[in-house]
């Protein structure tokens, strides 16, 4: 079975170009989930979605950012205009739910991102 | 609201040293409470996991007792390999109906040498 898949590994843009990141989740798998990790920080929770609605998008940092998952598949993360704090490494998780706590998450290898 | 503290690293031990990696949180409800590595150039993968109080989870050789008395859980190996050197991450997911968004560590970097 293949794992969670990230595209691409890495991307070097400059402040104000656009950039999209994709995620292919584990097939099957309704709840996909993104994080990002700013240098030196934690992982943080930037939103989750089951199959194609969005359930929780409190962690996206701003309206520069838009994340879609076409008919429940994969999904897309656009940062648009590319600010140098966004900065990081992406990842993406996704599990088969139902959501709880005690459902486990398989990430991604993750995208890193440099904004220049 | 919900967090959790994990010692800082980086942490240096020789090959067949006792490992512990220190792991506190911070949450409302019953959460479950996650270990995480990333060896180098790669993803995330769960390491561990355990889902209710004195739970113990463990997995190659690695091993996390869930503590509700003293909110933590320690990651701890009896003899670390070279092949151990990875970041481990401390997360939870809280159990009381939430989404199940994890809440990670700043993680721990550790280094084996032979």
């Known amino acids: 079975e293949a794992g969670v898949t990230q595209f691409p590994s890495h991307s070097v843009i400059e402040k104000g170009q656009t950039v999209t990141l994709r995620c292919d989740p584990i097939s099957g798998h309704d709840n996909l989930y993104w994080y990002r990790r700013v240098m030196g920080k934690e992982i943080k929770f930037l939103l989750h979605?089951?199959?194609?609605?969005?359930?929780?998008e409190s962690g996206m940092p701003n309206n520069r950012f838009l994340a879609e998952r076409t008919g429940g598949t994969y999904s897309t993360l656009k940062v648009q205009p590319a600010e140098l704090e966004d900065s990081g490494v992406y990842f993406c998780a996704s599990s088969s739910g139902p959501p709880q706590g005690t459902d486990t998450q398989y990430f991604g290898p993750g995208t890193r991102l440099t904004v220049l | 609201g919900n967090s959790v503290t994990q010692m800082e690293g980086p942490v240096t031990l020789s090959e067949e040293a006792f490992l512990t990696i220190n792991c506190t949180y911070t949450?409302?409800?019953?959460?479950?409470l996650f270990w995480y590595v990333q060896y180098p150039g790669e993803g995330l993968q769960l390491l561990l996991k355990a889902t209710k109080a004195d739970d113990k989870g463990s997995n190659k050789g690695f091993e996390a007792t869930y503590r509700k008395e003293t909110t933590s859980f320690h990651l701890e190996k009896g003899s670390v390999q070279v092949s151990d050197s990875a970041v481990y991450f401390c997360?939870?997911?809280?159990?009381?109906?939430?989404?199940?968004?994890?809440?990670f560590g700043k993680g721990t970097k550790l280094s084996v040498k032979p």
């Open positions: 949450a409302t409800g019953y959460p479950s």
């Open positions: 997360a939870l997911s809280d159990y009381g109906g939430s989404q199940g968004n994890l809440i």
């Open positions: 979605f089951v199959k194609e609605s969005k359930q929780d």
